[in-house]
């Protein structure tokens, strides 16, 4: 097959990456993950997350390793105006700008949009922050926590519990917003090779995640006037929970009608739904959906873990295991399509390292490069915007670019 057919999806594409902390990191690895070819810049002091433990060394630490692959490191100091100067003869020859500090920020570095497309037309000038630029929030700070608070999380999750509200137990708006933002930007590379122009592209977490919620839990509040206070039932049960057997736990759903009846007959209680009407059909069972999940409940305590597994794959009803950190490790579909492997990192030896999920027939990217140390490649990439060697290591010395030690 010809090699260049064979090239990564994003082969050939550049981006600036000027993210830190973890939404636009996570969004910019995937980006990588698909070919891009990432440049992190971080400030003399490194993004903040290189300092979230565990690590085997300063500034190498497990959340870092894990957002950022597949990205090349550059130190430029931008408080200092030669760095702004360094970072806009990148821009040049770039595809995509990402930040996620807020615009004014952007602004008062002589980075904001007008400037920027000046230099590079081409540019798409993708911007992931906290709100919406035409609200009264728009110069806030956000941070994930912040942000499931203000998108209903914690209350739903109070709601269903009966307990205090608390915080998802994963940055799930930074990853959401990521996942959010990758989409945005591939379309607006698309829509550049289709008229010639870059574009900015704001991707607001909190309406992202409002979006991403209220789908599901905006319910009869979608009517006007509301048919409901909001929420889905079936989501908000108490007893939407892992179900507990003899010897654990696993997770299950029996959910439309013929899982019912397979799952019934594998139990024996093929009656069910002449002896209690709630029980029915999927609409009605919906309405009943907390009785249903109690029911369900006491029929799991019966049988082991293991006898659960063979009855339900039997009948053709979902179910999978509940997975604990270790367990999910050693998970046999994960092992047999590789999702783990064992790598030798240059700096941090030995660590798991997992696979970017997507897969191509054609198209699929190259090996990843693992997560890089702080400064790794200022002087390659600096070279290949056309720096020579003299500059460069005046720009060390003056510390306005900084080289892994």
Request: with cysteine; aromatic share 8%; glycine share 10%.
């Amino acid at each position: 097959m010809n090699s260049a057919i064979r090239m990564a999806p994003l082969h050939g594409i550049r981006i600036i990456d000027m993210t830190s902390v973890l939404m636009g990191p996570f969004a910019s690895q995937a980006l990588g993950d698909m070919g891009a070819d990432v440049i992190k810049i971080e400030a003399p002091s490194g993004d903040l997350v290189r300092q979230i433990g565990p690590a085997r060394h300063e500034g190498m630490g497990a959340i870092f390793l894990n957002a950022n692959r597949n990205k090349r490191s550059v130190v430029l100091d931008l408080k200092q105006p030669e760095g702004v100067a360094v970072l806009k003869r990148l821009l040049v020859g770039a595809d995509v700008l990402m930040y996620n500090v807020r615009p004014q920020a952007m602004g008062r570095l002589g980075l904001d949009y007008e400037v920027v497309s000046a230099i590079n037309p081409r540019l798409v000038y993708a911007g992931l922050f906290g709100f919406g630029q035409d609200g009264p929030y728009a110069a806030r700070p956000a941070y994930d926590d912040l942000i499931q608070g203000a998108a209903t999380l914690s209350h739903l999750i109070a709601r269903a519990s009966g307990g205090p509200p608390r915080y998802v137990p994963t940055a799930v708006a930074d990853r959401i917003v990521g996942q959010t933002a990758v989409g945005a930007i591939l379309a607006s590379l698309l829509a550049r090779e289709r008229s010639g122009r870059g574009d900015r592209v704001d991707i607001p977490m909190f309406e992202t995640m409002v979006a991403f919620v209220l789908g599901d839990h905006l319910a009869g509040l979608t009517f006007e006037p509301p048919l409901d206070d909001g929420g889905y039932p079936r989501q908000l049960s108490p007893e939407r929970r892992p179900y507990r057997t003899k010897d654990g736990y696993i997770c299950a759903l029996v959910y439309n009608d013929k899982q019912w009846e397979g799952f019934l007959k594998g139990i024996g209680r093929e009656s069910l739904a002449q002896e209690d009407p709630r029980f029915a059909s999927f609409s009605v069972r919906s309405r009943h959906i907390d009785h249903v999940y109690g029911w369900l409940s006491g029929v799991f305590e019966q049988r082991t873990t293991a006898e659960w597994m063979r009855l339900l794959e039997a009948a053709d009803v979902p179910f999978m295991p509940m997975h604990d950190l270790r367990s999910i490790l050693s998970d046999p579909h994960l092992l047999a399509t590789g999702f783990f492997q064992s790598v030798q990192h240059p700096t941090e030896g030995a660590i798991h390292s997992m696979r970017p999920a997507p897969r191509w027939q054609v198209h699929q990217p190259e090996e990843a490069r693992l997560a890089p140390t702080l400064g790794e490649h200022t002087v390659d990439v600096l070279r290949e915007a056309g720096l020579a060697d003299a500059e460069i290591e005046r720009l060390v010395e003056a510390g306005v670019a900084r080289e892994a030690a």
